[in-house]
T-cell receptor
């Protein structure tokens, strides 16, 4: 079974803090993704990575950065958290054509 | 840009009734289409994956059809149960990497 884990299920941070969300997969997948999910808006792609140290912007990259130093780990960084980044963050990993999702991190920025 | 629409946004049915969930997409040049289930506060679980060359895919009580030419997919869930209550998401794979998601249909099955 593919396993995608995320470092926290719930996180509360203050405006202006630097926030790290981590995602680890155990299936040696090349591709990894970060999404955010908001009511009525569905899932929106923030960034994805198709290889170690490679990254590409998704549909809503503003205010976020990512890091992929090892194949199994993909980190999402909020350089200076803002209240409009309060959301559910979902990580996924993928061989070609399908994606496997982690349990999500509910981030609240106060 | 690919747009994926799911109607209705919410659905409530009595136990035992068959469920029909609809998904439409604007660009027929898709790699494949995937249906996911999401329980409240949880991640996504893949239910069915239909390749672009296929017309349908079945798993147990679930059946999904795909009509690329009309830009539509339908998920059928037979003999619904309270445990089927969840949000169902349709996603279109538009290349090897990227999925484009609908906003989902939230299903409630009443006992």
């Amino acid at each position: 079974d593919v396993k995608v884990t995320q470092s926290s299920r719930y996180l509360v941070k203050r405006t202006g803090e630097k926030v790290f969300l981590e995602c680890v997969q155990d299936m040696d997948h090349e591709n990894m993704f970060w999404y955010r999910q908001d009511p009525g808006l569905g899932l929106r792609l923030i960034y994805f990575s198709y290889d170690v140290k490679m990254k590409e912007k998704g549909d809503i990259p503003e205010g976020y950065s990512v890091s992929r130093e090892k194949k199994e780990r993909f980190s999402l960084i909020l350089e200076s958290a803002s209240t409009n980044q309060t959301s559910m963050y979902l990580c996924a990993s993928s061989p070609v054509g399908t994606q496997y999702f982690g349990p999500g991190t509910r981030l609240t920025v106060l | 840009k690919q747009e994926v629409t799911q109607i209705p946004a919410a659905l409530s049915v009595p136990e035992g009734e068959n469920l029909v969930l609809n998904c439409s997409f604007t660009d027929s040049a898709i790699y494949n289409l995937q249906w996911f289930r999401q329980d409240p506060g949880k991640g996504l679980t893949s239910l069915l994956l239909i390749q672009s060359s296929q017309r349908e895919q079945t798993s147990g009580r679930l059946n999904a059809s795909l009509d690329k030419s009309s830009g539509r997919s339908t998920l059928y869930i037979a003999a619904s149960q309270p445990g089927d209550s969840a949000t169902y998401l349709c996603a279109v794979v538009i290349n090897d990497y990227k999925l484009s998601f609908g906003a989902g249909t939230t299903v409630t099955v009443r006992a």
